[in-house]
């Protein structure tokens, strides 16, 4: 009997998603053309149209893989450069490219982790789900997502959350919410991740092993990341400071130099 | 006690061998899976003032249809829907929340209705409109119920991981370009359709309970969206034929509101078995 069930789920499953052609929700970019991750040319922002500029005439370079730490006081723009960067800041001045393109929304190669991530409290979701639903960017419009197990189990592993798969994520320490959305990054693919703050909220255990992910060598990701802590960017390859509307390097890629010879 | 029981029994045997009955019993199933799938779409984004909107916004089409001939079906459509276009459209300006949104629509519109109602002299009964009539569903009623029905599960099913995800994580959903704001614009026509095939049987002041009553119970038992949805349509039919049931045994209750207190009592029972 139960093979019957399944054997009918799948087929009606199988004629629904036979019903319309999957669509991407983003059109497919081409590879880098260089070994930039991310160029900035003489970038202004603007939050709201007639307000002051949040910071104006920025330039920075980051090439591939180097992790960066973008540092700066309280309300010095450093969301405001990883979100614009995220392309959830359409409106701005001057010439970006992630990957030789402009930011926009629908990359999946370019991830972006809140300082607070407003996720819904009263929606029920288990921690596998959530992970889960980084394969939906490589899934358009009426498509539906098999064969992510072992990605979905893989991402779980590496952010030592296995046993936690089937845990409510409102149950989840901040710490473990915040592995949780790396891990989701992870199985998206995501080649830069723009964090911002993430160790707010991180015990050592937790910090151990996100450092663990985002600096161990095996992996690739190009990572730039926010800090008001001097003592975070220690580990970085580069150190980019804003600082009342200007953005100055701190340090270059020595580290970054080392860790990929 | 066991005679009680025998003519409990022999009540939902005639009460099975009775077309008006068992056709409202079928609209009755067909119209709680699509309100309580959408229900439970409504309770977890906080939207529960927005079927209160739908239904009460339908006045002016309704007046309107039956002051022109047409049916009246299709005059509550064309409200529920542009009251869904305004919502859609004043939620999205800047300093307009979706709840300021939804009170605006509703009040113009239900006050809209009254004025074609003042403007025309023409103060007709329209208790239909607000306490339904299940017992006299017609099969055109049902043909239009189960259309309905049919495209609110076609159109979930085929949005429904972008639609857990902009429900989840909204920002998420804009950065993979998943459209949040338009996935916004079809819940809200889905619940248009939805609530205006309802209104014809529990009638507009109820069908708010249907969307949110048996969702709620889902929401308590539920460990993920399948799950609220499945026991959100198993307390939508089983309260709802419970309700019908009873109206049909003793008399004098009306159908409506039988079948809304009918949807309650799982929900009684959970909460207090969970304080």
Same mark, same amino acid.
């Given at each position: 009997?139960?093979?019957?069930?399944?054997?009918?789920?799948?087929?009606?499953?199988?004629?629904?998603?036979?019903?319309?052609?999957?669509?991407?929700?983003?059109?497919?970019?081409?590879?880098?053309?260089?070994?930039?991750?991310?160029?900035?040319?003489?970038?202004?922002? $603007?939050?709201?149209?007639?307000?002051?500029?949040?910071?104006?005439?920025?330039?920075?370079?980051?090439?591939?893989?180097?992790?960066?730490?973008?540092?700066?006081?309280?309300?010095?723009?450093?969301?405001?450069?990883?979100?614009?960067?995220?392309?959830?800041?359409?409106?701005?001045?001057?010439?970006?490219?992630?990957?030789?393109?402009?930011?926009?929304?629908? =990359?999946?190669?370019?991830?972006?982790?809140?300082?607070?991530?407003?996720?819904?409290?009263?929606?029920?979701?288990?921690?596998?789900?959530?992970?889960?639903?980084?394969?939906?960017?490589?899934?358009?419009?009426?498509?539906?997502?098999?064969?992510?197990?072992?990605?979905?189990?893989?991402?779980?592993?590496?952010?030592?959350?296995?046993?936690?798969?089937?845990?409510?994520? $409102?149950?989840?320490?901040?710490?473990?919410?915040?592995?949780?959305?790396?891990?989701?990054?992870?199985?998206?693919?995501?080649?830069?991740?723009?964090?911002?703050?993430?160790?707010?909220?991180?015990?050592?255990?937790?910090?151990?092993?996100?450092?663990?992910?985002?600096?161990?060598?095996?992996?690739?990701?190009?990572?730039?990341?926010?800090? $008001?802590?001097?003592?975070?960017?220690?580990?970085?390859?580069?150190?980019?400071?804003? =600082?009342?509307?200007?953005?100055?390097?701190?340090?270059?890629?020595?580290? $970054?130099?080392?860790?990929?010879? | 006690?066991?005679?009680?029981?025998?003519?409990?029994?022999?009540?939902?045997?005639?009460?099975?061998?009775?077309?008006?009955?068992?056709?409202?019993?079928?609209?009755?199933?067909?119209?709680?899976?699509?309100?309580?799938?959408?229900? *439970?779409?409504?309770?977890?984004?906080?939207?529960?003032?927005?079927?209160?909107?739908?239904?009460?916004?339908?006045?002016?089409?309704?007046?309107?249809?039956?002051?022109?001939?047409?049916?009246?079906?299709?005059?509550?459509?064309?409200?529920?829907?542009?009251?869904?276009?305004?919502?859609?459209?004043?939620?999205?300006?800047?300093?307009?929340?979706?709840?300021?949104?939804?009170?605006?629509?509703?009040?113009?519109?239900?006050?809209?209705?009254?004025? %074609?109602?003042?403007?025309?002299?023409?103060?007709?009964?329209?208790?239909?409109?607000? %306490?339904?009539?299940?017992?006299?569903?017609?099969?055109?009623?049902?043909?239009?119920?189960?259309?309905?029905?049919?495209?609110?599960?076609?159109?979930?099913?085929?949005?429904?991981?972008?639609?857990?995800?902009?429900?989840?994580?909204?920002?998420?959903?804009?950065?993979?370009?998943?459209?949040?704001?338009?996935?916004? *614009?079809?819940?809200?026509?889905?619940?248009?359709?939805?609530?205006?095939?309802?209104?014809?049987?529990?009638?507009?002041?109820?069908?708010?309970?249907? %969307?949110?009553?048996?969702?709620?119970?889902?929401?308590?038992?539920?460990?993920?969206?399948?799950?609220?949805?499945?026991?959100?349509?198993?307390?939508?039919?089983?309260?709802?034929?419970?309700?019908?049931?009873?109206?049909?045994? %003793?008399?004098?209750?009306?159908?409506?509101?039988?079948?809304?207190?009918?949807?309650?009592?799982?929900?009684?029972?959970?909460?207090?078995?969970?304080?």
């Amino acid at each position: 009997m139960p093979t019957h069930t399944s054997h009918l789920r799948r087929l009606i499953s199988e004629a629904f998603n036979n019903l319309l052609p999957a669509v991407p929700y983003a059109a497919p970019e081409n590879a880098s053309i260089n070994d930039l991750a991310v160029e900035v040319k003489n970038l202004t922002v $603007h939050v709201r149209p007639k307000s002051p500029a949040v910071f104006s005439g920025v330039n920075f370079e980051i090439p591939l893989q180097c992790r960066t730490a973008l540092i700066g006081p309280n309300g010095s723009g450093k969301s405001t450069l990883l979100k614009t960067l995220a392309g959830l800041i359409p409106n701005y001045l001057g010439d970006v490219k992630l990957f030789g393109s402009k930011p926009r929304l629908g =990359r999946s190669r370019i991830a972006y982790l809140a300082q607070s991530p407003q996720l819904n409290p009263d929606f029920p979701l288990q921690l596998k789900r959530l992970v889960e639903m980084g394969t939906y960017a490589h899934h358009g419009w009426f498509e539906e997502c098999h064969h992510a197990d072992e990605k979905v189990a893989s991402a779980l592993k590496l952010l030592e959350l296995e046993d936690l798969v089937d845990r409510s994520v $409102h149950n989840l320490s901040g710490g473990q919410l915040q592995r949780g959305l790396l891990a989701r990054a992870a199985v998206q693919g995501a080649e830069i991740l723009l964090l911002d703050e993430p160790f707010a909220a991180l015990d050592t255990k937790s910090r151990e092993i996100v450092e663990n992910f985002l600096f161990h060598k095996n992996n690739s990701f190009t990572v730039i990341m926010a800090t $008001h802590d001097a003592a975070d960017s220690k580990q970085f390859d580069r150190v980019l400071e804003i =600082r009342e509307g200007n953005l100055k390097t701190i340090h270059a890629c020595a580290g $970054h130099k080392n860790r990929h010879a | 006690m066991l005679g009680i029981k025998i003519v409990m029994l022999n009540n939902l045997l005639s009460a099975f061998q009775e077309d008006f009955f068992l056709r409202a019993l079928l609209a009755l199933f067909l119209s709680g899976i699509s309100a309580a799938c959408l229900g *439970s779409y409504i309770i977890l984004r906080r939207m529960s003032f927005i079927s209160t909107a739908m239904t009460h916004s339908i006045l002016p089409g309704v007046v309107l249809a039956v002051l022109l001939g047409v049916s009246a079906y299709w005059g509550a459509l064309i409200a529920a829907l542009l009251t869904a276009a305004g919502i859609a459209w004043i939620s999205s300006r800047k300093g307009s929340s979706e709840d300021s949104a939804i009170g605006v629509m509703l009040s113009v519109m239900f006050a809209l209705g009254i004025a %074609f109602m003042g403007l025309s002299h023409s103060w007709r009964d329209f208790t239909g409109l607000l %306490f339904g009539s299940i017992v006299s569903v017609s099969s055109e009623d049902i043909a239009i119920i189960l259309g309905t029905t049919f495209i609110v599960l076609l159109c979930l099913r085929l949005v429904h991981k972008e639609l857990e995800l902009a429900s989840f994580d909204e920002e998420y959903a804009q950065l993979l370009g998943a459209r949040p704001a338009l996935l916004r *614009s079809v819940l809200l026509i889905l619940i248009a359709l939805a609530a205006v095939a309802c209104v014809r049987l529990v009638g507009a002041l109820l069908t708010t309970a249907l %969307f949110i009553i048996p969702s709620t119970t889902g929401v308590l038992l539920g460990k993920n969206l399948k799950q609220v949805m499945f026991w959100s349509v198993i307390c939508a039919c089983g309260g709802g034929a419970l309700g019908l049931f009873i109206s049909y045994t %003793f008399q004098g209750i009306p159908a409506g509101a039988a079948i809304v207190l009918g949807c309650a009592i799982p929900y009684f029972i959970i909460r207090i078995k969970n304080a």
